[in-house]
Structures are given as structure tokens and as C-alpha cells.
């Protein structure tokens, strides 16, 4: 999908988000395979800057390689993040009423248009 350091930083701030809502801030994060491996490294430092809320200064020489300068996701990545959105609304269904709704807020404020 060519996600940048900046989208990987930006999706472990609203997965914090989340778990600090609907449980407690307790998370697992785990890191699967098949990233191009000269990037890995400032993907994972972006994660983890992200997940502890502190820079670590370390300057991302490749961080706009294969990025939208706009930020606007292609039609394939749009895609991608529907399916994610419309897999967690379903997934919802066990949580608690209010832990839905703040789902559904955060959902509906970043969701990317059709």
C-alpha cells in the first residue's frame, strides 16, 4: 500500500486512542512480516514514537518515499481502510453501547471519503 512512517505513526496514535476509550489503554501490538526492509526500522520507530507519545529526534531520511503529498489515499488503499473500518463496526457489536459510539465517532472522523 506504500504507507509511510507518518501513516504507521498516525495508526498507532488512534489505536492508543482507542484502547485508552474502550479498554483501559491496555494494548498488544506485535509486528508482522512483509515490509520492504530498508524501511522497517522507521516504521517501527514511528510506531513506537507514536505508542509512547516521545520523539526520539531520529530524522526519517525515507519518510515521504511512495507517499501522496496530499495525504490522499489511492483507490486501493481508500478500499483497504473501508473494509478495516466496516471490520471493526461489525467486530463492535460485543462492546459495551458506549464503547461503540466513541468507535463510531473516531471512525466517522477519519473515514476517507467515497
Known amino acids: ?3 509511510g512512517s507518518n ?4 495508526m498507532m496514535s488512534e ?10 489503554g491496555r494494548l498488544v501490538v506485535t509486528q508482522e512480516g512483509g ?4 524501511s522497517v526500522p522507521f516504521h517501527a520507530l514511528a ?5 509512547s507519545e516521545d520523539k526520539s529526534g531520529f530524522d526519517n531520511p525515507i519518510a515521504h518515499y511512495g507517499a501522496d503529498p496530499d495525504g490522499i489515499p489511492s483507490p486501493d488503499q481508500a478500499a ?7 471490520t471493526l463496526i ?3 457489536q460485543f462492546w459495551p453501547k458506549s464503547d461503540q ?8 472522523s477519519v473515514r476517507p471519503a467515497r
Open 7 to 10: 501513516a504507521f505513526a498516525w
Open 90 to 92: 461489525n467486530m463492535s
Open 35 to 38: 515490509y520492504e526492509e530498508s
Open 101 to 108: 459510539d466513541i468507535l463510531r465517532g473516531r471512525l466517522n
Open 15 to 24: 489505536v492508543r486512542d482507542l484502547a485508552n476509550c474502550i479498554c483501559n
Open 1 to 3: 500500500m506504500c504507507l
Open 47 to 51: 510506531t513506537i514514537e507514536a505508542f
Open 80 to 86: 483497504a481502510l473501508q473494509k478495516a473500518s466496516d
